[in-house]
């Protein structure tokens, strides 16, 4: 099953992908609301736009080289990340590392980073 959700992403048997420096997917990960609050996450305004801003850029980026986005994100955080950003980024694959058989190589082409000028 693994193999055929990232069927479509491989190039030459290569998955390239999109990383979440680490400190921003735990400030993801911390910022999840629980499903009684009726939320997605509890960002502050200036970090979502930031994120969004960030990720977009290397969306961008990864459809002028030819190549699909697709980001890989802790599985706690997958599926509300997923939905949060298909509001604003259109044509991400958000992936989880489970998704990922472990015969497949992975290539990280860019890393999103908010907390740098």
Same mark, same amino acid.
């Given at each position: 099953?693994?193999?055929?959700?990232?069927?479509?992403?491989?190039?030459?048997?290569? &998955?390239?992908? &999109?990383?979440?420096?680490?400190?921003?997917?735990?400030?993801?990960?911390?910022?999840m609301q629980s499903q009684e609050?009726?939320?997605? !996450?509890? !960002?502050?305004?200036? !970090?979502?736009?930031?994120?969004?801003?960030?990720?977009?850029?290397?969306?961008?980026?990864?459809? &002028?080289?030819?190549?699909?986005?697709?980001?890989?994100?802790?599985?706690?955080?997958?599926?509300?990340?997923?939905? !949060? &950003?298909?509001?604003?980024?259109?044509?991400?694959t958000v992936i989880s590392h489970?998704?990922?058989?472990?015969?497949?190589?992975?290539?990280?082409?860019?890393?999103?980073?908010?907390?740098?000028?």
């Amino acid at each position: 099953m693994a193999r055929s959700i990232i069927k479509p992403y491989l190039i030459d048997g290569v &998955l390239n992908i &999109l990383i979440i420096e680490k400190s921003v997917e735990e400030a993801i990960i911390n910022s999840m609301q629980s499903q009684e609050q009726g939320g997605l !996450f509890s !960002f502050d305004l200036s !970090f979502s736009q930031r994120f969004i801003e960030r990720l977009g850029n290397e969306v961008k980026r990864a459809i &002028l080289q030819n190549v699909q986005p697709v980001l890989l994100v802790h599985p706690a955080i997958r599926s509300r990340l997923r939905r !949060f &950003l298909e509001r604003y980024i259109q044509g991400i694959t958000v992936i989880s590392h489970n998704e990922i058989p472990p015969n497949i190589k992975i290539q990280t082409i860019g890393v999103i980073k908010v907390y740098e000028n």
